[in-house]
T-cell receptor
Framework: NAGVTQTPKFQVLKTGQSMTLQCAQDMNHEYMSWYRQDPGMGLRLIHYSVGAGITDQGEVPNGYNVSRSTTEDFPLRLLSAAPSQTSVYFC????????????FGQGTRLTVV | RKEVEQDPGPFNVPEGATVAFNCTYSNSASQSFFWYRQDCRKEPKLLMSVYSSGNEDGRFTAQLNRASQYISLLIRDSKLSDSATYLCVVNRWRLTGGGNKLTFGTGTQLKVEL
């Protein structure tokens, strides 16, 4: 059972480059979300989706786009990378039950130089 | 004010000690509560859910006080392997857009030493 699979694990980008972080889950979860984690800031929500075809912004959406064409996949696109986007990114999925846990991917360590 | 607040620590304790973490939340509409554990450079993983009546899982005890809006985690007989960051997580329904809104605290770092 793969759970949540996130790729790549590490990435170095130059300022202005674009890239897509991939996230896939095999648990048929309705909810998927992207977080970034920075020292002292905790996990901050970038974008989320409550189902295929539905996405919405979280706390820190600027500079990122998402789409949800299938239940399984929820890619995160960096449009024009900036040094401020250097962070660790986590994808998570969850079903709609309020009392169940969220499952996280292994994370992507992104450095923008 | 942050929606979920935790003391960042670090808490440095000797092996075998009992240690307690507290977490406060500001939104009274919060409905479910969790403690997650995050090891260095790894993803967060569920440690335990927190129920209104309090719950225990081995050496770990979680308590919820809805009136005062705080959650606690007690670790007894600390092990070296308990060294990690403990995240307090609060869940509620979104007012718009639907779905759950999970809010994470910044985490409390625990270091268990020989």
């Amino acid at each position: 059972n793969a759970g949540v699979t996130q790729t790549p694990k590490f990435q170095v980008l130059k300022t202005g480059q674009s890239m897509t972080l991939q996230c896939a889950q095999d648990m048929n979860h309705e909810y998927m979300s992207w977080y970034r984690q920075d020292p002292g800031m905790g996990l901050r929500l970038i974008h989320y989706s409550v189902g295929a075809g539905i996405t919405d912004q979280g706390e820190v959406p600027n500079g990122y786009n998402v789409s949800r064409s299938t239940t399984e996949d929820f890619p995160l696109r960096l449009l024009s990378a900036a040094p401020s986007q250097t962070s660790v990114y986590f994808c998570a999925s969850k079903n709609r039950d309020m009392n169940t846990e969220a499952f996280f991917g292994q994370g992507t360590r992104l450095t923008v130089v | 004010r942050k929606e979920v607040e935790q003391d960042p620590g670090p808490f440095n304790v000797p092996e075998g000690a009992t240690v307690a973490f507290n977490c406060t939340y500001s939104n009274s509409a919060s409905q479910s509560f969790f403690w997650y554990r995050q090891d260095c450079r790894k993803e967060p993983k569920l440690l335990m859910s927190v129920y209104s009546s309090g719950n225990e899982d081995g050496r770990f005890t979680a308590q919820l006080n809805r009136a005062s809006q705080y959650i606690s985690l007690l670790i007894r007989d600390s092990k070296l392997s308990d060294s990690a960051t403990y995240l307090c997580v609060v869940n509620r329904w979104r007012l718009t857009g639907g779905g759950n809104k999970l809010t994470f605290g910044t985490g409390t770092q625990l270091k268990v030493e020989l």
